[in-house]
């Protein structure tokens, strides 16, 4: 209770007295009220959660959108195209999901109608092999001015008045004799690394074979002709005259005028002996070298491993602004006579040996235990090579990955080439391998590309960074518009991608000239630089 007392009257000795009551004294709170102020807040946090839940929810599907948008602007398609989430609102999710599709069909059509390009212009559209042009463009990356760069022999296969045959029989019955015929060669060739087959006219194929001794050359020969008599040639008064193959022979410095005239009075030869069969001109002094036998060859790059005698060169990949890109690094193998023997003749050995993994993990463990950790060069990168039995390799591979991760701090300064061919007939395998380098930090390089008429496609699934023109491409690229067309459509498939295209083998400066208006990015050969040794 409060009491307040006022005097008012003094004199009267007057007093009022006002008594109040204590404030909410009469206020009660029952279970009633307490009840519904606890359903209130509970139905205030429900609304808040649900709310919150409501908004959480939308939130999300705006960062699946925000995300994918990302790696579209990051140009990874595929993964944005993968990433298909909730995304909201749906139908711009459903809209960017439409549009990936329709750009990946789209580059799928690109890559086939760089395919087709190529097709028409190096392929036979009867047989599906390298045509006249083709087999130009192949020797002519073979050789330069001084002649042939490696050993290997030139097949001319004629069938003797296929026209008249076909005539007289009908085009089905000689075209799937013709079909089988070349279905065969091909797969006795799929065991000849960098083998060319082309149809030089109507009846007359070559076949090319580098870096294959002489006698190897004799079997594949033997081969060749038995897999041609075992077909199913129509019975007439010719038909076991039907087949010759005429064989030369090159050496390293042969011309190729030299080696088509000698291949072609080979086969001349072969028709003046009366039956189906094949012949060579006696070579004389044959490579040395190559014409040891295995079993010395194996002593010698075991002999050359275990003491170390490989020689490492490099040869600089140059920009438009003549600045170093990378070294590409190549070997040689030292001799007991201080003579280096190339890569070109020891390399074939190695393979059929089977020692090419051990000889390229000594050229990487090179490169990187002296070239990178050179204290006075922090930025100069190098790319090595890899073959297909090192890649196939498990135990190369354990060891190429322990290595990486140990030296990471270097493998961003490493790039990899890997073959094309390699690569196309590989690529379910080599992914694995190829997605491995690429975690560890070094950078992918696809070379020889356009030795083969193959989809490009490759080159995005693999993810590579970096892609080299074969030198049949890039040889007098000044002159001829069919290799100029083919550069220009690779270039124009890879737009909006981060691979950079460069080319090998230059040797003049029109060519080098043409290939930067074109877009090539960068380019090696001897025009900037021959192989240097390195150590």
Known sequence: ???????????????????????????????????????????????????????????????????????????????ALAERGDGRPRMINRALTHLLLELDDAQKQRARFDQFIRSNTFLDPETGIGNRLFLKNRLDALSNDKGMMAPGVLFLLEMEDMDLLQQELGEDSIDEMLHQTISDITQILDSQANSIFSRRSFNQFAIVVPQISLKDVEKLAAKLLKVCLSQNVPETQNSEDFFHIGAAYFKVGDTKEQLLDESERALRAAQFQGSSGWFMYDKGAVDEELARGSVRWRSFLEYALVNKRLVVFSQPVV??????????????????????????????????????????????????????????????????????????????????????????????????????????????????????????????????????????????ECHFDLIKLHRSIVTQIHLRQENQLFVRSLIGGLYRTEVQVFAEGIESFEEWQTLKILGVSAGQGSLFSEPVEEI
């Open 319 to 460: 920009d438009s602004d003549m600045d170093t890109h990378h070294l590409e690094v190549s070997s040689r193998i030292r001799d007991n006579k201080n003579n280096l023997i190339r890569a070109t003749l020891y390399i074939p050995m190695a393979i059929k040996c089977g020692l090419t993994p051990q000889f390229e993990r000594q050229v990487i463990e090179t490169v990187l235990f002296d070239l990178l950790s050179n204290p006075k060069d922090k930025i100069t990168k190098f790319s090595i090579n890899l073959s297909l039995d090192t890649l196939m390799s498990r135990a190369f591979i354990r060891w190429l990955k322990t290595t990486l991760l140990e030296y990471r701090h270097l493998t961003s300064r490493l790039i990899f080439e890997i073959n094309e061919d390699i690569v196309v007939h590989h690529k379910e395998q080599l992914k694995p391998k190829l997605n491995m380098i690429k975690k560890m930090g070094a950078s992918l390089c696809v070379d020889r590309v356009g030795q083969q008429v193959v989809s490009t496609q490759y080159i995005k």
């Open 1 to 79: 209770m409060l009491t307040y007392k006022k005097v008012l009257l003094k004199e009267d000795n007057l007093t009022l007295v006002i008594t109040l009551p204590q404030p909410f004294n009469m206020d009660s709170f029952s279970w009633y009220e307490f009840s519904i102020l606890v359903m209130g807040l509970l139905s205030i946090l429900v609304f808040v959660f649900f709310g919150h839940r409501w908004l959480s929810m939308q939130l999300l599907g705006i960062e699946d959108l925000a995300v994918r948008s990302k790696l579209i602007l990051e140009n990874e398609y595929d993964k």
